[in-house]
C-alpha cells in the first residue's frame, strides 16, 4: 500500500515508480502501465494557472487523485 509520504516527492520520480504499481478501488483496478508527470511550473500542467474546482485535487494533500477524462 502507497502512503501519502511516497507522493511527497519530486513527480517524475513519483511518476517512474507508479509503474507496475496495482491500483485498485473497491476491489477494481488493474495495474498501471503509463503515466504522465507535470511540474507545477510547467504550463502543460492543468494546475499551472492555479487552483479552479476542477482541479482542486491537485493543491490538496499528498497521495489525491486527479483524473482527466479524455475523449476523442
Same mark, same amino acid.
Given at each position: +500500500? =502507497?502512503?501519502?509520504e511516497? !507522493?511527497?516527492?519530486?513527480?517524475?520520480?513519483?511518476?517512474?515508480? @507508479?509503474? *507496475?504499481?496495482t @491500483? @485498485?478501488?473497491?476491489?477494481? *483496478? *488493474?495495474?498501471?502501465?503509463?503515466?504522465?508527470? #507535470?511540474?507545477h511550473?510547467?504550463?502543460?500542467?492543468?494546475? !499551472?494557472?492555479?487552483?479552479?474546482?476542477r482541479?482542486?485535487? +491537485?493543491?490538496? =494533500?499528498?497521495?489525491r487523485?486527479?483524473?482527466?477524462?479524455? #475523449?476523442?
Amino acid at each position: +500500500m =502507497l502512503r501519502p509520504e511516497f !507522493f511527497a516527492r519530486d513527480v517524475n520520480e513519483v511518476a517512474q515508480e @507508479l509503474v *507496475g504499481a496495482t @491500483l @485498485l478501488v473497491d476491489g477494481v *483496478g *488493474g495495474t498501471i502501465v503509463e503515466v504522465e508527470a #507535470y511540474d507545477h511550473d510547467d504550463p502543460a500542467a492543468h494546475g !499551472f494557472s492555479g487552483r479552479t474546482p476542477r482541479n482542486a485535487s +491537485m493543491f490538496g =494533500l499528498p497521495g489525491r487523485a486527479y483524473v482527466y477524462r479524455s #475523449y476523442g
